[in-house]
């Protein structure tokens, strides 16, 4: 079974840029998450998705960030435009209920210059 | 904000057992231990959790102590790649509250 895949694995943009990560899902999980991971912190929640429902977004910037999850699958975060601060590791997992383990993909690693 | 309270590393010696502590002294009823592992540059990986029971699989051992104010993970023949970061969760288990809520971790260095 195939895990939890996002692209690109790396990206280097300009501030004021915007950028795109994506996230195929575990087969079957309904469950979708994405973090935000800065160096040397654990992973912070930026979204949980029920199927297409963004069920929990609260600590989601919306000022500049946005995250969709169309037909209950694939999910995209973007950021327009792109700060000096959003260099991180950006996250996804999935997991089959909200309720069950959940898996992680490798990450996006995203350096603002 | 995190439920648990960590140290921030630990060393262990190869082939001898990790014994991870966490304290989760405002631990509801209803909330379950969880922990992850976080070895560099990959993702999070699941390990194991449980609620009352000591729990055991093939990656580690959960002990969880009456008052299920604390736990301990254990791994019982530490390798060099079990080196990574160790957090332990606190989540509710089921309805919108189901989020996993990472901490800062403990860094376990296995050394030869």
């Known amino acids: 079974e195939a895990g939890v895949v996002q692209s690109p694995r790396y990206k280097i943009i300009e501030k004021k840029q915007p950028v795109a990560f994506w996230c195929n899902p575990i087969?079957?999980?309904?469950?979708l998450y994405w973090y935000l991971q800065n160096l040397g912190q654990g992973p912070e929640l930026l979204i949980r998705?029920?199927?297409?429902?963004?069920?929990?977004d609260s600590q989601l910037p919306k000022d500049r960030f946005s995250a969709e999850r169309l037909k209950g699958v694939d999910s995209t975060l973007k950021i327009q435009p792109a700060e000096l601060g959003d260099s991180a590791v950006y996250l996804c997992?999935?997991?089959?209920?909200?309720?069950?383990?959940?898996?992680f993909g490798q990450g996006t690693r995203l350096t603002v210059v | 904000d995190a439920k648990t309270t960590q140290p921030p590393s630990m060393d262990c010696a190869e082939g001898r057992a990790a014994n991870l502590p966490c304290n989760h002294s405002?631990?509801?009823?209803?909330?379950?231990v969880y922990w992850y592992r976080q070895i560099h540059s990959q993702g999070p990986q699941y390990i194991i959790h449980g609620l009352k029971n000591n729990e055991t699989n093939e990656m580690a051992s959960l002990i969880i102590t009456e008052d299920r104010k604390s736990s301990t993970l254990i791994l019982p023949h530490a390798t060099l790649r079990d080196t990574a970061v160790y957090y332990c969760i606190v989540r509710v288990a089921g309805g919108s509250q189901g989020n996993l809520i990472f901490g800062k971790g403990t860094k376990l260095s296995v050394k030869p």
């Open positions: 087969s079957g999980h309904n469950t």
């Open positions: 998705y029920e199927n297409e429902e963004a069920v929990d």
């Open positions: 997992a999935s997991s089959r209920r909200v309720d069950t383990e959940a898996f």
């Open positions: 405002t631990i509801s009823g209803n909330e379950y």
